[in-house]
């Protein structure tokens, strides 16, 4: 049997290197990528691809444009028209995207194509926690003339980003405390070796750390919290839709404070794209999709 044939389009480096792991199990055609994955057949244009795809993958959509009709993906060498991407799959094929917004998975859907987003994937949600705290680790190391072993480093949040990141952390010799909402998660973080605090009462204690990193895409730490940092401290925020850093109040302050978003992507791209071919394989595995091995 022939293999299934995949059409992946734009995104950062992730996505060259996903490319490349899916042309392991598919015949794969890149268009819009930063760089022409090996393995795969890359494409100027939608006219030179043959045939119709079983399978579209999409990079992270969250900056798509919905204007005069279109749905508009935004890649680095030039604009994708989704309408246009869907004409080159198969009639009632599958569609793969990272935090589709709900205009655009409807606009797919009331296509006729099956719809799935890869980012919203236990698989991927934990294993993308890795090179995050990694990243973290790394803005550290070059953002601070002391090391890390030896810092005391609060990481607000214990969710699967701030555990990974904990972990880390404290595996590197830092002196590390939880930030958490509930007594139960202030529980496993203490059981885990950790120290913890409520984050209603982080105003009290933000003078002891070195190091703040925030893993909660929710306001958290504001003007209060921030004036009672050490003058050396440094804050990295790791949350998206906005973070959790009052990063106007930062600056007034005078406070080191650094959004590092898309960590995974910048600091481990073979890795993180990895991961990304890995969950895209199980969900065309679950929705049965052609001849995939």
Do not use: W
């Amino acid at each position: 049997m022939e293999k299934i044939t995949m059409l992946c389009v734009g995104g950062d480096a992730r996505q060259i290197y996903m490319c490349e792991r899916l042309a392991e199990n598919a015949r794969v055609f890149a268009f819009l990528t930063e760089a022409a994955p090996r393995r795969t057949e890359t494409v100027g244009s939608l006219g030179e691809i043959p045939l119709e795809a079983d399978v579209l993958v999409l990079p992270m959509l969250m900056g798509v444009r919905h204007t005069g009709g279109k749905h508009i993906l935004p890649c680095k060498d030039g604009d994708a028209d989704i309408g246009e991407l869907l004409g080159c799959v198969r009639e009632g094929g599958l569609v793969l995207g990272g935090r589709a917004d709900a205009l655009t998975e409807a606009f797919i859907t009331d296509s006729g194509y099956g719809f799935a987003d890869y980012f919203t994937r236990r698989e991927l949600v934990v294993k993308n926690c890795i090179p995050t705290a990694e990243g973290a680790l790394a803005v550290a190391m070059r953002e601070r003339p002391e090391t890390v072993f030896g810092s005391k480093v609060l990481v607000v949040g214990y969710g699967n980003v701030g555990k990974a990141t904990a972990r880390l952390f404290s595996a590197a010799g830092a002196d590390v405390t939880c930030g958490v909402r509930r007594p139960d998660a202030a529980a496993e973080a203490i059981s885990n070796g950790y120290s913890a605090v409520m984050t209603e009462d982080l105003d009290e204690h933000g003078d002891i750390y070195d190091i703040v990193i925030n893993t909660v895409p929710a306001p958290v730490l504001g003007e209060r919290f921030l004036g009672t940092l050490k003058s050396a401290a440094l804050v990295t925020d790791l949350a998206s839709d906005g973070g959790g850093v009052d990063f106007d109040a930062a600056r007034r302050l005078g406070v080191r404070a650094i959004h590092a978003l898309a960590l995974p992507g910048k600091v481990a791209p073979v890795t993180a794209g990895g991961y990304i071919a890995e969950t895209v394989m199980n969900i065309i595995h679950e929705r049965g999709v052609g001849n995939v091995t």
